[in-house]
């Protein structure tokens, strides 16, 4: 009977959600990093301390000698800190690709660059590198979108 | 057979921080140093728990299933929802145990049933609360309080249902609901902000 009333009160908090907040799926990576430094938290700090996390774990495998489960070993790759010395061309290539990001983020956050200026456009040269991976052009285009969105919401706020 | 997706967990911690941030929001839950009273779980301490069991695969995922994300964000939003509900239900049978001691004997209260810090702030799962707090959160902006009107007075729930009930297009209402997002986490970090400079104020 308590089940039951948690499960439909459960139901009816989704239901108030979805129509006040959206899906959790409309939450894209740059929203997300935005909301969690509007809780106060910095969305690097939060995936260095996942890693260590993660790493801490890694070891207890280790230590009983169990074979890592793949995506453990994969997800220790993707958040290990940019900060760690790259072990791999892969890491260096991901490190830089960051930063870029980390510039084009804070060169975003300057509104006297966009306002009242026409439409950026984005070359995408990018697309032309044989050497990147399907997995960097997503991620690249992930970062013109996000720049894209930023540039008109800034617009309609202005 | 399809091929499952190919997970990056950069992305998945994240995002999932992110809409962990949303929903301790929802619940009046602010500011970095939040945790869910009683359990003291944090943001990070859900995020991890989910994507620690996905990568340990004691979460399994299949495709067939819908998109890994939202997987995992259903899981996050249930695992905190159970949190909250587990605090308070411990509260309650504190505060009977507590009452019932009053009445022993000695006539003294058990001081370990109270909750171990007077920072803990203990969620309501109430509607009536939670609709509370979503009309507080957006009281001064009158074109988010038009959303929160037509899904909590209205009673709507449909993108397409809410956005001919205030007049605009689906498009302008997946704005307003990023800017209810957004609005929502730094209204709730303001508040914990302030709980928290109140708490530092009063000596225990």
């Known amino acids: 009977m308590k089940k039951r009333r948690s499960e439909k009160q459960s139901e009816r908090f989704d239901q108030l959600s979805l129509g006040l907040f959206g899906e959790p799926a409309e939450i894209g990576f740059a929203e997300a990093e935005e909301l969690l430094r509007c809780a106060g938290t910095d969305p690097d700090q939060l995936k260095a301390r996942l890693y260590e996390r993660l790493y801490d774990e890694a070891q207890l495998y280790r230590r009983a000698r169990k074979p890592l489960p793949a995506l453990v070993k994969r997800a220790l790759d993707d958040l290990r800190p940019l900060t760690a010395p790259p072990r791999t061309e892969k890491d260096l290539a991901r490190q830089a690709k960051r930063l870029v990001e980390r510039v084009l983020e804070q060169v975003n956050r300057l509104p006297s660059l966009v306002e009242g200026k026409p439409s950026l456009v984005f070359a995408e040269a990018y697309r032309q590198k044989r050497e990147l991976s399907a997995r960097d052009k997503k991620l690249l285009d992930r970062v013109t979108d996000d720049l894209r969105r930023r540039i008109e919401d800034h617009k309609k706020d202005s | ?204």
């Open chain 2, 1 to 204: 057979m399809q091929k499952p997706e190919s997970p990056d967990f950069e992305e998945l911690a994240v995002r999932l921080g992110g809409c962990a941030a949303r929903i301790f929001a929802e619940f009046g839950l602010g500011g970095p140093r939040a945790t869910v009273a009683g359990v003291g779980l944090s943001i990070e301490d859900f995020v991890w728990r989910v994507l620690a069991e996905y990568a340990e695969g004691k979460l399994e995922y299949e495709d067939s299933r819908g998109k890994l994300f939202s997987l995992l964000a259903t899981v996050l939003r249930n695992d905190i929802i159970d949190a909250l509900r587990k605090a308070a239900h411990a509260r309650e049978e504190g505060q009977t145990q507590v009452s019932r001691a009053g009445d022993s004997e000695t006539g003294s209260s058990r001081l370990g049933e109270f909750p171990s810090s007077a920072a803990e702030i203990y969620i309501s799962l109430e509607e009536d609360q939670y609709r509370e707090r979503v009309r507080a959160a957006f009281a001064d902006e009158p074109e988010l309080g038009e959303v929160v009107k037509a899904v909590l007075d209205l009673d709507l729930s449909k993108p397409q249902e809410i956005a001919e009930a205030l007049g605009i297009s689906t498009l302008e209402y997946q704005n307003r609901k990023k800017r209810l997002r957004r609005r929502l986490v730094e209204y709730n970090l303001a508040k914990g902000n302030r709980k928290g400079a109140r708490n530092e104020e009063t000596p225990l």
